[in-house]
């Protein structure tokens, strides 16, 4: 499983490569892009299109969609508009990648993951952060089973630090953290600190028992 932190650009490249490479290099195989609406699921599989193109259409394509094709190896590439309602149905999964995940409900997430119970299918989550909140928060700050990479806009040669500089002047310090630094945030709409809820927790007061007689 990967996790990847990065700018918006950047990582749906590698995820339309990614996307590619395990269509063509594994016959038969399924692979969902999944987003929290059209727009976005289009992007990243126009990444996929781009690719697809440059090596020439390596294998022929039986069908080819604005949100999908279908190889004559029998691999399928699929992009979606996610939603916990719409998604369910697909099954033997071989390649997940859910973009934007730090934007999508939990329950999204929650109903994609037995999607890979039999393929033992790959799982990606891309997405720059959005406070410090949802599965993607949780799955980068929680237990081990993932590989996490993290690419600010500082390590990516072609933005410039002129360009960065002015972002920086331009935007809220919190903003530009979030946006270009990897930084999980607090929100703007937050009345309590996520360090003041941690500290007001302890494991050595019993939790009231309020529905004892």
């Not at 016959?27 to 193109?53: T, W």
């Not at 993951?113 to 790959?122: F, H, I, T």
């Not at 993932?146 to 500082?154: K, L, Q």
Request: net charge negative.
């Amino acid at each position: 499983m990967l996790l990847n932190c990065a700018r918006q650009s950047g990582k749906s490249t590698m995820a339309g490569v990614v996307a590619l490479h395990k269509s063509l290099v594994a016959p038969g195989s399924l692979v969902l892009i999944l987003a929290p609406a059209e727009r976005q699921a289009k992007e990243l599989f126009s990444k996929v299109a781009e690719s697809y193109h440059a090596l020439g259409h390596a294998i022929p394509a039986e069908s080819y969609r604005k949100l999908g094709m279908e190889l004559t190896n029998g691999s399928r590439i699929e992009a979606l508009p996610g939603t916990e309602k719409t998604v369910r149905g697909f099954s033997g999964v071989d390649l997940l990648i859910l973009d934007e995940a730090a934007r999508v409900d939990d329950g999204l997430y929650h109903a994609v993951r037995p999607m890979l119970a039999v393929s033992g299918g790959e799982l990606m989550l891309l997405s720059t952060p959005f406070g410090k909140r949802g599965v993607f928060y949780e799955e980068w700050t929680g237990a081990n089973g993932w590989d996490r990479y993290e690419v600010p806009a500082g390590a990516v040669p072609r933005i410039s630090e002129e360009f960065l500089e002015e972002e920086r002047r331009a935007l809220p310090s919190w903003v530009y953290r979030q946006e270009y630094e990897c930084s999980f945030e607090e929100t703007d709409d937050q009345v309590f600190t996520t360090s003041m809820i941690d500290a007001a927790v302890s494991a050595d007061v019993k939790p009231l028992n309020l529905g004892a007689a």
